[in-house]
């Protein structure tokens, strides 16, 4: 076929007769800034160094882009022309009339040096760029190209039509906002030789257990479209459109018609907001004073406060060089120090704004080894720029009862005097207290949030030691110490009369009382079954150590994440091996501690005289607590799925069942329904829904990408979690899984430098994020222990506005 133009209206492909370019007067381009002119027009550009007759796909693309270009509202309409004459690149009158050029290429070497130098040239002024799947095979030895296009082909990539699902994570860009989220569709997949994620914006994902990705397979992350604002223009990506089907589907269309809508200056996107380099991270809190918490205890919670401050709370873990007490007989067993510190962000400086006296340091668990009990968490009051009340949760030591070693937990509030950022210790009015044994470590919980009508979560451990069980279902009911079992979360988390190893929720009140809301899972005063009981402040049970736990106030969604037991492998005796657990709560439930876990996978029962002998599975539909440490129902509420669960061998295990539904729990018959993350040390962090404030005037907010996307990490740093996810609200309050997830670690940096052992985080008012690190050892804090702040560097979203094309 002979070089040519088509202009579009006239043809849909390319035409002998057209009449060609004038010949280049000059090499290099001086363009006005940007091209385009008054009419929006898109230069097709199907040049190929391959041999032979032209792809098919050539012509379907051309008639597809012609189509685009005249449908839509009029503003938003634009003329294309269409060539294979590469002599336009150094044509600099003739390209700079084009909003964007089009790659619609089959690869090679298909411009000479001036040529690419002019297309470089033309994005320098401010031009656009949409590459379409083989356009990623073009100027195979140019670095800068390889920029442009921002990944190329391994030449391994399966080249058969194979439908898999499209992940869409960005539903804010013209390209993907009106896509499903989880697309479906036949193309053929290329597979990149270095994984581009992080330095371009990924705005969708093909998913690899969808179909066969060949042995130069990407993984769990494998970009298929992607966009940047690079060298002075902007450039669009899509591996998609390899086969001619491609251009007759709406919603591939669709997709290539937001992309020339960006890149043609119709309308402004964000392509920076994934985008690693484009966040910062700081260090805000320096290290303790020797012999001091100064700057911070053991760090165990934040909150931030509606003027900026940030509020966080240390354990009660003495500094290292403190004497621990760790005899019974000594009134001072497992005394530590809670602090409450405030970060100003007006001043730059920490106060510590008081301490209590917990049952805390190390010394008062299994053996005297470790404690987890302490100050545990922190909220403000929904009205704290007016009465500065602050809720804390934490085990004071004056209620230890050495004997029996039990304490009492407890929610109080306390008033915090705004103008110097001090606690009034004498101020507390107890809300809320109930006992806890506290003979054998651990699992204590401590999370606390707000919803939007004033009620107030409690998130609770179960109380139980993590030995007795072989790392399997904590159900051993056999050990106890006067009396108190402690190895049988069936007494706790799996007890309808137990607040431990639950999420309460109750509606604090302004005398320091509280009552409580309707739907609940209890109203307390079930009494049926001969008397067994219930507590009408449980929200959620059969949850085991939920250190944290947040409240989406847009649509009061809670979001949980648990601690799992610590079986390194699953068992076809007991059952799943440690699964460490995330959910998203729209409604009371039964989460399935000690009993279920995961998608509803079973564990065996156990029971006296000899617990050692496995007896049935439990049954998630109807969970029976039977055990003899038991004094609430026996018949419980059906368990509940749950949406995110890993293990050491991978993220969301699932088996093969048998006709009781009963899991083979084989590790080689395990399939991994999330492959984007896996185990190990693993301890859930449940982190925050993101809400974009468009009100909000700072530049470094996190931008408007992230709007609606959960964030779920875990306290270790390496192939644990540290995500933000995107889910389906039709699903997720069933146990459905994420559709997307967006990978954190380069942007919370992890590492021995970053933030290595994530401990809690929050988005504060100025829309940056709010993380503690926790340090480098355990039940104390040192020199890493710190405060961070991630903030947004990337700026505004492109084409800045006044470079909006104008429609003539």
């Given at each position: 076929m002979a070089s040519g133009a088509v202009t579009a209206g006239l043809l849909t492909g390319p035409a002998a007769s057209a009449r060609p370019f004038p010949e280049p007067s000059v090499t290099t381009m001086s363009l006005p800034s940007p091209p385009g002119g008054a009419n929006v027009r898109v230069l097709v550009y199907y040049g190929s160094a391959a041999a032979g007759d032209e792809s098919p796909v050539v012509d379907a693309g051309i008639a597809a882009i012609e189509k685009i270009g005249q449908t839509?509202?009029?503003?938003?309409?634009?003329?294309?022309?269409?060539?294979?004459?590469?002599?336009v690149f150094t044509d600099s009158a003739r390209l700079g009339r084009f909003n964007a050029v089009v790659f619609l290429t089959g690869g090679g070497d298909v411009l000479d040096p001036d040529q690419e130098a002019g297309l470089e040239s033309y994005m320098e002024a401010g031009g656009g760029f949409v590459g379409i799947h083989d356009a990623a095979r073009a100027e195979p030895y140019s670095d800068w190209f390889t920029g442009l296009i921002g990944a190329r082909p391994a030449d391994s990539s399966p080249t058969n039509v194979q439908r898999a699902t499209v992940e869409v994570g960005d539903r804010q860009h013209p390209a993907t906002k009106d896509l499903p989220v989880q697309w479906k569709r036949p193309d053929q997949w290329l597979n990149w030789v270095k994984n581009p994620s992080g330095s371009v914006?990924?705005?969708?994902?093909?998913?690899?257990?969808?179909?066969?990705?060949?042995?130069?397979?990407?993984?769990?992350d494998h970009p298929v479209s992607w966009c940047r604002d690079y060298d002075g223009g902007r450039s669009f990506y899509t591996g998609m459109g390899g086969t001619v089907s491609s251009y007759d589907e709406v919603d591939f269309q669709s997709h290539?018609?937001?992309?020339?809508?960006?890149?043609?200056?119709?309308?402004?996107?964000?392509?920076?907001?994934?985008?690693?380099?484009?966040?910062?991270?700081?260090?805000?809190?320096?290290?303790?004073?020797?012999?001091?918490?100064?700057?911070?205890?053991?760090?165990?919670?934040?909150?931030?406060?509606p003027d900026g401050r940030v509020l966080y709370i240390g354990r009660g873990g003495a500094d290292s060089s403190q004497p621990v007490v760790t005899d019974w007989n000594n009134p001072d067993v497992g005394k530590g120090k809670?602090?409450?510190?405030?970060?100003?962000?007006?001043?730059?400086?920490?106060?510590?704004?008081?301490?209590?006296?917990?049952?805390?340091?190390?010394?008062?668990?299994?053996?005297?080894?470790?404690?987890?009990?302490?100050?545990?968490?922190?909220?403000?009051?929904?009205?704290?720029?007016?009465?500065?009340?602050?809720?804390?949760?934490?085990t004071p030591h004056s209620q230890i009862d050495r004997d029996k070693q039990m304490a009492e937990r407890r929610v109080s509030r306390f008033t915090l005097d705004l103008d110097t950022n001090k606690l009034d210790m004498s101020s507390e009015k107890v809300l809320l207290n109930w006992p806890v044994q506290i003979h054998s470590c651990c699992h204590a919980g401590g999370g606390m949030a707000w919803d939007s009508k004033g009620n107030l979560y409690i998130?609770?451990?179960?109380?139980?030691?993590?030995?007795?069980?072989?790392?399997?279902?904590?159900?051993?009911?056999?050990?106890?110490?006067?009396?108190?079992?402690?190895?049988?979360?069936?007494?706790?988390?799996?007890?309808?009369?137990?607040?431990?190893?639950?999420?309460?929720?109750?509606?604090?009140?302004?005398?320091?009382?509280?009552?409580?809301?309707?739907?609940n899972l209890f109203t307390g005063k079930e009494t049926a079954e001969g008397g067994g009981k219930t507590r009408g402040e449980i929200y959620v049970m059969g949850v085991r150590n939920p250190a944290r736990i947040s409240v989406d106030k847009k649509t009061d969604t809670l979001y949980a994440g648990w601690v799992g037991p610590d079986a390194s492998e699953p068992s076809?005796?007991?059952?799943?091996?440690?699964?460490?657990?995330?959910?998203?709560?729209?409604?009371?439930?039964?989460?399935?501690?000690?009993?279920?876990?995961?998608?509803?996978?079973?564990?065996?029962?156990?029971?006296?005289?000899?617990?050692?002998?496995?007896?049935?599975?439990?049954?998630?539909?109807?969970?029976?607590?039977?055990?003899?440490?038991?004094?609430?129902?026996?018949?419980?509420?059906?368990?509940?799925?749950?949406?995110?669960?890993?293990?050491?061998?991978?993220?969301?295990?699932?088996?093969?069942?048998?006709?009781?539904?009963?899991?083979?729990?084989?590790?080689?018959?395990?399939?991994?329904?999330?492959?984007?993350?896996?185990?190990?040390?693993?301890?859930?962090?449940?982190?925050?829904?993101?809400?974009?404030?468009?009100?909000?005037?700072?530049?470094?907010k996190w931008p408007s990408y992230w709007d609606g996307k959960w964030f779920v990490g875990d306290f270790y740093d390496?192939?644990?979690?540290?995500?933000?996810?995107?889910?389906?609200?039709?699903?997720?309050?069933?146990?459905?899984?994420?559709?997307?997830?967006?990978?954190?670690?380069?942007?919370?940096?992890?590492?021995?430098?970053?933030?290595?052992?994530?401990?809690?985080?929050?988005?504060?008012?100025?829309?940056?994020?709010?993380?503690?690190?926790?340090?480098?050892?355990?039940?104390?804090?040192?020199?890493?222990?710190?405060?961070?702040?991630?903030?947004?560097?990337?700026?505004?979203?492109?084409?800045?506005?006044?470079?909006?094309?104008?429609?003539?």
């Amino acid at each position: 076929m002979a070089s040519g133009a088509v202009t579009a209206g006239l043809l849909t492909g390319p035409a002998a007769s057209a009449r060609p370019f004038p010949e280049p007067s000059v090499t290099t381009m001086s363009l006005p800034s940007p091209p385009g002119g008054a009419n929006v027009r898109v230069l097709v550009y199907y040049g190929s160094a391959a041999a032979g007759d032209e792809s098919p796909v050539v012509d379907a693309g051309i008639a597809a882009i012609e189509k685009i270009g005249q449908t839509g509202p009029p503003a938003q309409r634009f003329k294309i022309t269409a060539t294979d004459d590469a002599s336009v690149f150094t044509d600099s009158a003739r390209l700079g009339r084009f909003n964007a050029v089009v790659f619609l290429t089959g690869g090679g070497d298909v411009l000479d040096p001036d040529q690419e130098a002019g297309l470089e040239s033309y994005m320098e002024a401010g031009g656009g760029f949409v590459g379409i799947h083989d356009a990623a095979r073009a100027e195979p030895y140019s670095d800068w190209f390889t920029g442009l296009i921002g990944a190329r082909p391994a030449d391994s990539s399966p080249t058969n039509v194979q439908r898999a699902t499209v992940e869409v994570g960005d539903r804010q860009h013209p390209a993907t906002k009106d896509l499903p989220v989880q697309w479906k569709r036949p193309d053929q997949w290329l597979n990149w030789v270095k994984n581009p994620s992080g330095s371009v914006h990924t705005v969708a994902r093909v998913r690899e257990s969808t179909y066969q990705p060949g042995a130069s397979a990407n993984g769990a992350d494998h970009p298929v479209s992607w966009c940047r604002d690079y060298d002075g223009g902007r450039s669009f990506y899509t591996g998609m459109g390899g086969t001619v089907s491609s251009y007759d589907e709406v919603d591939f269309q669709s997709h290539l018609r937001g992309a020339l809508l960006w890149t043609s200056r119709i309308v402004r996107a964000d392509c920076k907001a994934a985008i690693d380099a484009n966040y910062k991270a700081e260090r805000l809190t320096q290290p303790n004073q020797p012999g001091q918490n100064d700057q911070i205890g053991e760090p165990h919670g934040l909150v931030t406060a509606p003027d900026g401050r940030v509020l966080y709370i240390g354990r009660g873990g003495a500094d290292s060089s403190q004497p621990v007490v760790t005899d019974w007989n000594n009134p001072d067993v497992g005394k530590g120090k809670g602090e409450i510190h405030v970060y100003d962000p007006k001043t730059k400086k920490v106060t510590q704004a008081g301490a209590l006296t917990v049952f805390g340091n190390k010394g008062g668990g299994d053996e005297l080894v470790k404690v987890e009990e302490g100050l545990l968490g922190i909220e403000l009051d929904p009205k704290f720029e007016q009465n500065g009340w602050v809720y804390l949760h934490y085990t004071p030591h004056s209620q230890i009862d050495r004997d029996k070693q039990m304490a009492e937990r407890r929610v109080s509030r306390f008033t915090l005097d705004l103008d110097t950022n001090k606690l009034d210790m004498s101020s507390e009015k107890v809300l809320l207290n109930w006992p806890v044994q506290i003979h054998s470590c651990c699992h204590a919980g401590g999370g606390m949030a707000w919803d939007s009508k004033g009620n107030l979560y409690i998130a609770t451990g179960d109380n139980n030691s993590s030995r007795f069980s072989d790392g399997y279902s904590g159900n051993n009911p056999e050990p106890n110490y006067k009396g108190v079992s402690f190895a049988d979360a069936r007494r706790t988390a799996g007890n309808t009369n137990n607040l431990n190893g639950k999420i309460l929720r109750i509606h604090p009140e302004a005398d320091g009382t509280y009552t409580l809301p309707e739907g609940n899972l209890f109203t307390g005063k079930e009494t049926a079954e001969g008397g067994g009981k219930t507590r009408g402040e449980i929200y959620v049970m059969g949850v085991r150590n939920p250190a944290r736990i947040s409240v989406d106030k847009k649509t009061d969604t809670l979001y949980a994440g648990w601690v799992g037991p610590d079986a390194s492998e699953p068992s076809t005796t007991w059952g799943p091996a440690k699964y460490d657990t995330f959910a998203v709560i729209t409604k009371a439930s039964n989460r399935g501690w000690p009993y279920c876990m995961g998608n509803k996978q079973p564990y065996r029962d156990r029971n006296l005289p000899d617990p050692t002998k496995p007896l049935g599975w439990y049954d998630c539909d109807h969970p029976k607590n039977e055990s003899p440490n038991n004094d609430g129902l026996v018949n419980l509420p059906p368990v509940t799925g749950n949406n995110i669960w890993y293990s050491p061998q991978g993220g969301a295990p699932d088996y093969p069942r048998d006709a009781n539904g009963v899991p083979s729990y084989k590790k080689e018959e395990a399939k991994y329904l999330l492959p984007w993350l896996k185990g190990g040390g693993q301890a859930a962090m449940d982190g925050p829904v993101y809400r974009y404030d468009a009100s909000i005037p700072n530049a470094d907010k996190w931008p408007s990408y992230w709007d609606g996307k959960w964030f779920v990490g875990d306290f270790y740093d390496g192939t644990q979690p540290r995500h933000a996810v995107l889910t389906d609200p039709r699903t997720a309050g069933d146990g459905g899984l994420p559709v997307h997830a967006d990978n954190l670690k380069k942007i919370v940096p992890v590492g021995t430098d970053g933030i290595k052992n994530l401990m809690d985080w929050k988005f504060g008012p100025d829309g940056a994020l709010y993380v503690l690190d926790y340090g480098r050892g355990f039940f104390t804090s040192d020199a890493k222990s710190a405060l961070w702040k991630v903030t947004y560097t990337g700026g505004e979203a492109t084409p800045a506005a006044g470079q909006l094309a104008r429609k003539g």
